[in-house]
């Protein structure tokens, strides 16, 4: 069952100037705007956090509630896969609940864990950037895989190829091949060595190594 946040008074000035930002940039009279900045202002905490979530994307997407492709997820965050990348493998780490990376609880780093050690193993990258970015206080973490050929610029994935890569990322080939396998007589098992690529980290908390 997701952990239940409850945004706080720094998070809702936050929501409160994006908010402010983006009336300022809608077709409305002055008065129109005045009014709409003033019943921003009035709003709890609570209130805002009510009004900014149906209409955030990201929240659409930790809910379930819109299209995804989801590769890995626990009781407090999700990852899923960018459908404009950078890169091969680029995903977005999404907490489930409306809040900024200041408050992201200790599970969510854990997850981000896991999956870097999954990216390393099933895609083997020289360098995984992460970065962190903000909408309306709602912070997500991009988890980026390089190769040394990407071209800075992003690219509309398609369909069959994310979802390729989703089911490499979950594991179901790998688990299909081990109910497949006949079982086999022990010689010499050998585990191949994984390299680990660097990882290069921006605007994100000490507490990720």
Do not use: W
């Not at 050929?149 to 490499?168: F, I, M, N, V, Y």
């Not at 497949?180 to 908390?205: A, C, D, Q, Y």
């Amino acid at each position: 069952m997701p952990v239940e946040f409850m945004i706080s008074e720094e998070q809702a000035e936050k929501i409160r100037e994006a908010l402010m930002n983006q009336i300022e940039t809608m077709q409305l009279s002055p008065e129109e705007k005045g009014t709409a900045k003033s019943q921003i202002m009035e709003m709890s905490p609570e209130r805002l956090e009510e009004f900014v979530k149906p209409n955030c994307i990201f929240c659409n997407i930790a809910r379930g509630q819109a299209d995804s492709y989801k590769v890995m997820e626990n009781q407090v965050a999700v990852i899923v896969l960018e459908i404009n990348p950078m890169s091969k493998g680029h995903s977005i780490l999404i907490p489930k609940e409306h809040i900024m990376l200041a408050d992201f609880p200790e599970p969510a780093f854990s997850l981000l864990h896991k999956f870097i050690k999954r990216l390393n193993q099933v895609l083997k990258p020289k360098q995984i950037n992460i970065t962190s970015s903000e909408t309306e206080a709602h912070t997500i973490i991009n988890i980026m895989p390089l190769f040394g050929d990407e071209t800075g610029k992003r690219t509309k994935a398609e369909p069959s190829e994310l979802g390729e890569l989703q089911r490499k990322l979950i594991g179901e080939e790998s688990i299909q091949k081990i109910l497949e396998k006949k079982p086999e007589k022990k010689e010499k098992p050998s585990k191949p060595e994984i390299s680990e690529p660097e990882i290069v980290i921006e605007k994100i908390p000490s507490r990720i190594p």
